[in-house]
């Protein structure tokens, strides 16, 4: 039940001030009642600048997509194939306004149709993002363990999450 005329094409460089605009808006919806506006607002900067997002464009073995109904940007994807051959999701975000109507569960399936010889798909969720770990749970995915993202204490709590693609 996705929208009509939804279109999901690679991020280009003019997509990326729409992509910033639209990230920054689904982190503060999702972390706010998490971590408070400051910290979000925090994050979102250093992760989520015009300069980082940049840097992601047009790299190997890695997937930058945008979803679009119209010329608005609604939601974006990424992901890349680890050396184990495994895709990691590194990004799935969706406007709060068209969450719940298929555009992530699409977007989803669209990003990992893009590494066609990963066996299994991986991703980090935040332990307090109980739609998103809902969402994902749906979509196949289970709980392998939890951690702190790359391992420092300043940043969120996460569970590693894992779905298999194909038998090997």
């Known amino acids: 039940m996705t929208p009509d005329g939804l279109i999901i094409r690679d991020a280009l460089p003019a997509d990326l001030p729409a992509v ?6 689904t982190w503060h919806a999702t972390y706010d ?30 997937a930058f997509l945008v979803a679009l109904v119209g010329e608005e940007i609604i939601a974006t994807a990424s992901a890349r194939l680890e050396r184990d051959r495994a895709a990691l999701l590194t990004r799935l975000y969706v406007l709060p306004s068209y969450q719940g109507i298929g555009v992530g ?34 979509m196949g995915f289970f709980l392998q363990r939890q951690a702190r993202f790359d391992g420092r204490d300043d940043t969120p709590n996460t ?9 090997e």
């Open 20 to 25: 910033r605009g639209l990230l920054v808006e």
């Open 33 to 62: 009642g998490i971590y408070g506006w400051q910290r979000v607002a925090e994050i979102t900067n250093a992760w989520h600048s015009l300069e980082n997002l940049s840097a992601q464009l047009g790299r190997e073995n890695v």
């Open 105 to 138: 569960r699409t977007l989803l399936q669209v990003t990992l149709a893009c590494f066609p010889q990963a066996p299994v798909a991986r991703l980090e969720v935040e332990s307090q993002n109980e739609p998103a770990i809902a969402f994902y749970e749906r």
């Open 159 to 167: 569970l590693l999450m894992a779905k298999r693609l194909f038998a």
